[in-house]
């Protein structure tokens, strides 16, 4: 699972193609959806990046290794929060989740000093997935009113 059926294992695109591979659930969760649904989602898949991620730290003793791309499942479910009840949306997100996931530029790049080996790995991914929310709703906001 930490893999996310083993995405993480293909290199050097592992959050990338995590995050793609849950288009199809995303579309059925948030153009199909309520609105609630994606963070119901969202819950087990973060509660099982926090075990997963503190699982393989115990085994291992690296906290982040690139191989678990669970996290960037969970991130992108918040990331897509910003396109909801939009499938065109959801897929412009993809690619700029996983680019800002990936460089994470300031101030994102701060969470990462908080990390602790099971939470830690989750947090940075949440806020990436936040940032992109927001900076998606907010061109949505101007170009519907730059339309009217």
């Known amino acids: 699972m930490a893999t996310w059926f083993g995405t993480g294992l293909v290199e050097p695109f592992q959050g990338f193609l995590a995050a ?11 153009v199909r959806g309520r609105r609630t649904v ?9 509660a099982l990046a926090v075990i997963s991620g503190g699982v393989w730290f115990s085994l291992t003793g690296v906290a982040d290794d690139g191989r678990i791309v669970i996290d ?15 499938l065109r949306w959801t897929l412009v997100i993809v690619p700029i989740y996983s680019f800002i996931d990936r460089i994470k530029p300031w101030p994102l790049s701060q969470v990462e000093l908080f990390r602790k080996a099971d939470v830690g790995v989750l947090l940075d991914d949440c806020a990436a997935g936040l940032a992109v ?3 998606v709703l907010l061109i949505r906001a101007a170009l519907r009113r730059a339309g009217s």
């Open 20 to 30: 793609l591979s849950i288009v199809p659930l995303l579309w059925l969760t948030t």
């Open 133 to 135: 929310a927001l900076a």
């Open 38 to 46: 994606p963070l119901a989602v969202f819950v087990p898949v973060a």
């Open 72 to 86: 960037e499942v969970a991130g992108m479910f918040v990331a897509a929060l910003g396109g909801w009840k939009s």
